[in-house]
Antibody, heavy 120, light 110 residues
Framework: QLQLQESGPGRVKPSETLSLTCTVSGGSITIASYYWGWIRQPPGKGLEWIGSIFYRGNSFYNPSLKSRVTISVHTSKNQISLRLNSVTAADTAMYFC????????????WGQGTLVTVSS | QSALTQPASVSGSPGQSITISCTGTSSDIGTYSLVSWYQQHPGKAPKLIIYEVAKRPSGASNRFSGSKSANTASLTISGLQTEDEADYYCCSYAGSNTQIFGGGTKVTVL
């Protein structure tokens, strides 16, 4: 059974870098055609797509976050990671990772999410 | 990219059918048949219930159905049940390997 698990610091200071990891178990992230993505949800608000990556390293980002975001893949650890620079309180959110079975496709498996609070 | 437009709330009585609309543009819903819908209960991760406009993944209730016309997609929940009370989000492919979500709709079972 495929499982995705997000992990990382629960609190980040303003202007610093948010770093999260998504560990995939029950399946390989190198399976052809699968993309892996990050989605966030501020408390009490809706979902926002952050970006996605193919295991070969091709990455794609939300234009509104592109200047601050880096998504990477770590095939030896079966992990993907998210880095978001220069965070502000507006980046406080639940961060989810998800599997995307084909380019442009749906997010069919989700992690449980991890809450990150930006606060000094 | 602006979020897809969904009604903030929709309600219905048990057994009734309700429909949630999701309006985009010719750059997303109007061009691509890659619309998906997600159900989210409080404190839980979203769950895929419809993909590629009208397909149901394994395990999703057949009371959920989807459709699309021009720049608007719709999710219909038939035979409304108390367990359907949740937030629902639409999502569309927007080209160049990007996605865009709707603002979400809270479904209340009266």
């Amino acid at each position: 059974q495929l499982q995705l698990q997000e992990s990382g610091p629960g609190r980040v200071k303003p202007s610093e870098t948010l770093s999260l990891t998504c560990t995939v178990s029950g399946g390989s992230i190198t399976i052809a055609s699968y993309y892996w993505g990050w989605i966030r949800q501020p408390p009490g608000k809706g979902l926002e797509w952050i970006g996605s990556i193919f295991y070969r390293g091709n990455s794609f980002y939300n234009p509104s976050l592109k200047s601050r975001v880096t998504i990477s893949v770590h095939t030896s650890k079966n992990q993907i990671s998210l880095r978001l620079n220069s965070v502000t309180a507006a980046d406080t959110a639940m961060y989810f990772c998800a599997r995307i079975p084909k380019p442009g496709g749906q997010n069919d498996f989700w992690g449980q999410g991890t809450l990150v609070t930006v606060s000094s | 990219q602006s979020a897809l437009t969904q009604p903030a709330s929709v309600s219905g009585s048990p057994g009734q059918s309700i429909t949630i609309s999701c309006t985009g543009t010719s750059s997303d819903i109007g061009t691509y048949s890659l619309v998906s819908w997600y159900q989210q209960h409080p404190g839980k991760a979203p769950k895929l219930i419809i993909y590629e406009v009208a397909k149901r993944p394994s395990g999703a209730s057949n009371r959920f159905s989807g459709s699309k016309s021009a720049n608007t997609a719709s999710l219909t929940i038939s035979g409304l049940q108390t367990e359907d009370e949740a937030d629902y989000y639409c999502c569309s492919y927007a080209g160049s390997n990007t996605q865009i979500f709707g603002g979400g709709t809270k479904v209340t079972v009266l």
